[in-house]
């Protein structure tokens, strides 16, 4: 009897070490995600000199990267659905190591412009295909933490791009760093986008791909080392029952039931981002020099914001599976209004009140981190049936790049003519929105599979 118990646990921790390491290299598509959407932090206002460009021109500058992410986000579910999730991921990193290296080498605006976009679609297949990708490995008792390894991978590029560009800066005077500092800033991503390359030959297709493909057979072996011989076989019934249903089709998202999983899907998206929070990671340096910070001090400050965003994103990885999607969201968006209110008033009252900003910008982040930053991932990865998964998916993260888009480009302009207090006050009025919303909308889907997840809203046919 003991030795039948120890073979099972064996087995339990063999299956979680091939599904954690497996996660882990779908994972590393969220650092080129993190790395490439900060590292123009660190450029951008050598670029504004190198270029003299307005400050429209330098929101294009940041918000163009995200053009390229909507393009990539919408044709995601349509070609992983097609082509498979793996040879996606691997024309994703492609395209990002492309993308990282037409940015370093232009002599003109409109050429840097051109390769942010195209490195921009590879960041829109990662963001929506590499959590997707990992619901459906991981199991239901630990998806929450192995999807939400994909947002730590991000915050851990967005941290590590600071420092980067922190030495970078700091290689030359004033003058090399307008000539040529930016340069290497975006060149330094084509070491990651390798790795991640050469790592996802290492890993399988998706099962649920497969079986949907009508290939069982190649999905079990995959499926045997997740769950062992009987659940295994087991799961291929269950997702083999999912698909039998008419085919999946974007008619399907709007009708009774599903269309509330599109709502779910959709604001959560659009929420996560006009609550400011890309307003915060992309122009860090520029938000702090506004409370009086020297350029180095700026660097340094938006250092610690990086750090605060890895270690509560560690944090959230340990809390999504114990204590649920929704009382995260609630805690952190309640938090994040608060201290957006705060930061408006700061504002408000003047260069004097530096260190206040910092701090509650810092509390900000961290409420972020530990809420909307890994559940909206989550939530968008795991509630939609597996028959439409990939198209819904691809919406879902196309309505997030879209408001990324709208607040990134919109800022600059925002902060030179409102100023921050006003701009800053917007975000907080946003993060209230999404406390009702969660409050009243968001269901929990802790613990539940993604084969169960249609009975969560054909119960409700809303």
């Given at each position: 009897m003991s030795s039948n118990i120890q073979e099972l646990n064996g087995q339990q921790q063999i299956s979680m070490k091939f599904v954690t390491l497996v996660s882990i290299v779908a994972a590393l598509g969220g650092l080129l995600f993190g790395f490439d959407t900060a590292v123009v932090s660190g450029a951008v206002g050598f670029m504004k000199d190198r270029f003299n460009l307005s400050e429209f021109e330098v929101g294009w500058a940041v918000s163009s990267l995200i053009i390229g992410c909507i393009v990539g986000a919408l044709s995601t579910g349509m070609l992983s659905d097609k082509f498979g999730r793996k040879k996606i991921l691997i024309t994703a990193a492609i395209l990002f190591?492309?993308?990282?290296?037409?940015?370093?080498?232009?002599?003109?605006?409109s050429g840097f412009i051109v390769a942010r976009m195209i490195g921009g679609i590879g960041i829109g297949i990662t963001s929506t295909l590499c959590p997707l990708y990992n619901a459906e490995i991981a199991p239901a008792k630990y998806r929450g933490r192995l999807?939400?390894?994909?947002?730590?991978a991000t915050v851990t590029g967005i941290f590590l791009v600071y420092f980067v560009n922190l030495w970078i800066s700091g290689l030359g005077d004033d003058a090399w760093d307008i000539s040529t500092a930016w340069r290497w800033m975006f060149a330094a991503g084509i070491l990651p986008g390798v790795v991640f390359l050469v790592l996802l030959f290492l890993v399988p297709e998706s099962p649920r791909w497969l079986i949907?493909?009508?290939?069982?057979?190649?999905?079990?072996?995959?499926?045997?080392?997740?769950?062992?011989?009987?659940?295994?076989?087991?799961?291929?019934?269950d997702i083999k029952e999912s698909f039998k249903q008419e085919k999946g089709t974007l008619r399907q998202l709007f009708k009774p039931g599903l269309r509330m999983a599109m709502v779910v899907g959709v604001g959560l998206a659009i929420l996560q981002q006009v609550t400011g929070i890309n307003a915060v990671m992309y122009y860090a340096p520029?938000?702090?020099?506004?409370?009086?910070?020297?350029?180095?001090?700026?660097?340094i400050q938006t250092i610690l914001v990086g750090l605060i965003?890895?270690?509560?994103?560690?944090?959230?990885?340990?809390?999504?599976?114990?204590?649920?999607?929704?009382?995260?969201?609630?805690?952190?968006?309640?938090?994040m209004t608060i201290c957006l209110a705060v930061i408006g008033i700061a504002f408000q009252i003047g260069h004097t009140s530096g260190p206040l900003v910092l701090i509650f910008i810092l509390i900000y982040v961290a409420a972020f981190a530990v809420s909307l930053g890994p559940v909206v991932w989550?939530?968008?990865?795991?509630?939609?049936?597996?028959?439409?998964?990939?198209?819904?998916?691809?919406?879902?993260?196309?309505?997030?790049?879209a408001a990324d888009y709208v607040v990134s480009?919109?800022?600059?302009?925002?902060?030179?003519?409102?100023?921050?207090?006003?701009?800053?006050?917007?975000?907080g009025i946003m993060s209230l929105v999404t406390v009702l919303f969660t409050w009243r909308v968001i269901p929990e889907t802790k613990g539940k599979s993604l084969e169960d997840m249609e009975a969560l809203w054909t119960a409700n046919k809303a």
């Open positions: 190591i492309l993308g990282s290296l037409g940015s370093a080498i232009p002599d003109t605006f999807v939400a390894l994909n947002q730590l949907k493909q009508g290939r069982a057979a190649e999905s079990l072996p995959i499926l045997l080392k997740i769950h062992g011989e009987e659940l295994a076989k087991q799961e291929v019934l520029e938000i702090f020099k506004e409370t009086g910070a020297g350029t180095n001090a700026a660097l965003n890895f270690l509560f994103t560690i944090l959230a990885i340990w809390l999504i599976d114990k204590v649920g999607r929704k009382a995260l969201l609630l805690t952190g968006s309640a938090a989550v939530i968008i990865s795991e509630i939609f049936p597996n028959r439409v998964r990939g198209i819904a998916t691809s919406i879902a993260s196309m309505a997030l790049w480009q919109a800022f600059p302009p925002m902060l030179a003519s409102a100023g921050p207090a006003v701009t800053f006050g917007i975000f």
